[in-house]
């Protein structure tokens, strides 16, 4: 649909796949406009021939830098397995899970997310 130019048409079968059949019409308008106003990311990721390359754990290893990793207790379960695989690898990683979020857990746990990462980016 999105090489086709179909845009919206992209989106909803997107949501389809995600959320469920009919989730994007059922969406209030302010929240489909926000998924509109990403619509490039989306194309980027699903028109991609490499949209996640591969990365190994010696990759991971290899990072220094401070990392935070934030996860919503109820995100897709592929998201949990990744986060877990990831974690140990991190010498300098942090990770936190807010209870009763998904994917979406800056929309649907803002203060709890901040009162999270805001501690994390004033020490790093």
């Not at 998924?35 to 990072?63: C, G, H, M, Y």
């Amino acid at each position: 649909a999105f090489r086709r130019g179909e845009k919206e048409l992209a989106l909803r079968l997107t949501m389809n796949y995600f959320v469920g059949e009919g989730a994007f019409d059922q969406l209030p308008e302010t929240e489909r406009n926000y998924l509109r106003s990403n619509l490039r990311e989306w194309q980027s990721l699903a028109t991609s021939l490499d949209a996640f390359p591969p990365l190994s754990r010696e990759d991971v290893k290899r990072i220094k830098a401070p990392v935070f990793m934030l996860s919503g207790a109820q995100t897709l379960s592929i998201h949990k397995f990744i986060d877990g695989e990831l974690e140990p690898l991190l010498s300098n990683g942090q990770r936190e899970v807010i209870p009763n979020a998904s994917h979406e857990m800056w929309s649907e746990q803002p203060d709890a997310c901040r009162r999270l990462v805001l501690p994390f980016l004033s020490k790093n």
